[in-house]
């Protein structure tokens, strides 16, 4: 079944530090989603991107998706306090049950001052 | 809109016990999705439904869970027995359908379940 791996496992950066999160698929995806998890929460969805090759910006966070639409990528620039949490990719498949959502194995993020 | 609303929050129950967890997706939404969550094996996607039938349920672990969707507003994840290894944070989310094959997904709050 498809499978979507994210690394690192955990990252532990300084405040205003940089942060990359990577994600793969072992399938090619009709689209890929971002969402973030804070400690003791529940996932929020954050993006999404559709389109081969795609980059998306929010404040400090870009998006972007693979030119193969196996891979995903999320970049934090000057990481703060407030960013803390565990990021996940999710993923669509593109042949099959178009809408089953299979999430990555997630990235945990810690910030410190 | 409320959200999506699960219940209950929290669930102490003693092995070999019957389990029900609920849920209430938002108005509107066409697909419901539960999610086990530990620390070990992730966020896994158990079971989900596309106007109140069940489309995928390969991610059920085994026999001893079923879900329902009896109608457009309510579904239920019941284990029976439960067993300590069925300790998990399990998520419910819903999503409406786009053109470009779905949507973002609305989480509840999630059910803490311990089973001793």
């Known amino acids: 079944g498809q499978q979507v791996m994210q690394i690192p496992q955990y990252q532990h950066v300084q405040e205003g530090e940089d942060f990359t999160t990577y994600c793969n698929s072992s399938t090619t995806l009709s689209n890929i989603q971002w969402y973030k998890q804070r400690p003791g929460g529940h996932p929020v969805f954050l993006i999404q991107l559709v389109k081969s090759g795609e980059v998306k910006k929010q404040k400090r966070l870009t998006f972007q998706f693979g030119e193969a639409k196996k891979n995903s990528s999320l970049h934090i620039t000057a990481t703060q306090t407030t960013d803390v949490g565990t990021y996940f990719c999710a993923g669509r498949p593109f042949t099959g049950t178009a809408s089953k959502l299979t999430f990555g194995t997630g990235t945990r993020l810690q910030v410190t001052l | 809109d409320a959200g999506v609303i699960q219940s209950p929050r929290h669930e102490v129950t003693e092995m070999g016990q019957e389990v029900t967890l609920r849920c209430k997706p938002i108005s509107g939404h066409d697909y419901l999705f539960w999610y086990r969550q530990t620390m070990m094996r992730g966020l896994e996607l158990l079971i989900y439904?596309?106007?109140?039938?069940?489309?995928?349920d390969s991610g059920m672990p085994e026999d001893r869970f079923s879900a329902k969707m009896p109608n457009a507003s309510f579904s239920t994840l019941k284990i029976q027995p439960s067993e300590p290894r069925d300790s998990a944070v399990y998520f419910c989310?819903?999503?409406?359908?786009?053109?470009?094959?779905?949507?973002?997904?609305?989480f509840g709050q999630g059910t803490r379940l311990t089973v001793v």
């Open positions: 989310a819903s999503s409406s359908p786009s053109t470009s094959g779905g949507t973002e997904a609305f």
């Open positions: 439904f596309n106007n109140n039938v069940p489309i995928d």
